[in-house]
């Protein structure tokens, strides 16, 4: 009989205390995701997600549940915004940034929604001016590849996402953006990419000590640590 896989922690978003993933965002600039405070919880397990871009910080809550992973600030997009100097408030969210790993075959869909307002830093040109935005998103499975990013070669699951941006009012027309993303197991996102442009490449992963003896990818990726 075989034993049902746990929930917690989810391999392709791994909340995993010390763990921090180095990317290249764009064409030169760092930027770093990393988790801390790791507990449990009675659902699963919750951290602190913290994201940080040209000097600039942002952080949210991140639980992992049977359900999947979600955060404070409705997934990745939120938690990047945070770090944009931008005051982010969040207005509603629904569903889970990655599902369980059971869900992660092809053909799997989920979605998810974030309502935000936002608003520039007091030393902007227009302190005061509220933008109110609205993210839906439809992911899709598309099967597993082999790829290759700096931090060495991976077999991820790929993923298309479907995002529709608009303005949080009635009527407002929205515009659609296809995107996709890499996850690794045990690693979490390793690319991210719209067109033929590479958003997101992961440069580097850093694991506590204690946590290094485990395999994360392959050996190249393991020279790194």
């Known amino acids: 009989m075989a034993v049902a896989e746990a929930p917690c922690p989810n391999p392709y978003f791994p909340l995993e205390n010390g763990l921090k993933l180095t990317y290249r965002a764009g064409r030169s600039s760092e930027l770093t995701l990393s988790t801390q405070g790791v507990t449990a919880v009675p ?16 952080e949210t809550e991140a639980f992992c549940t049977s359900e999947g992973v979600r955060t404070g600030l409705g997934g990745l997009e939120g938690t990047l915004l945070s770090a944009s ?8 969210s ?20 974030l309502s935000v307002k936002m608003q520039p830093p007091e030393s902007a040109k227009m302190p005061g001016m509220v933008i109110a935005t609205t993210f839906d998103k439809e992911a899709t499975v598309v099967g597993e590849e082999e790829v290759t990013v700096g931090a060495g070669t991976f077999k991820a699951v790929k993923v298309k996402n479907t995002t529709t941006a608009r303005a949080s009012r009635p009527g407002a027309k929205g515009r659609q953006i296809d995107s996709f993303i890499w996850f690794a197991p045990g690693v979490g996102i390793i690319k991210v990419s719209t067109g033929d442009s590479t958003d997101l490449e992961l440069l580097k992963v850093d694991r506590p000590v204690a946590a290094q003896k485990a395999p994360v990818a392959n050996k190249k990726a393991t020279k790194k640590l």
């Open 94 to 113: 629904e569903g889970v940034v990655v599902p369980p790993s059971v869900n992660m075959v092809p053909g799997s869909v989920w979605r998810n929604s």
């Open 43 to 58: 659902e699963g397990v919750k951290g602190l997600l913290a994201v940080e871009l040209k000097g600039k910080r942002g």
């Open 85 to 92: 100097g931008m005051q982010v408030e969040v207005v509603s």
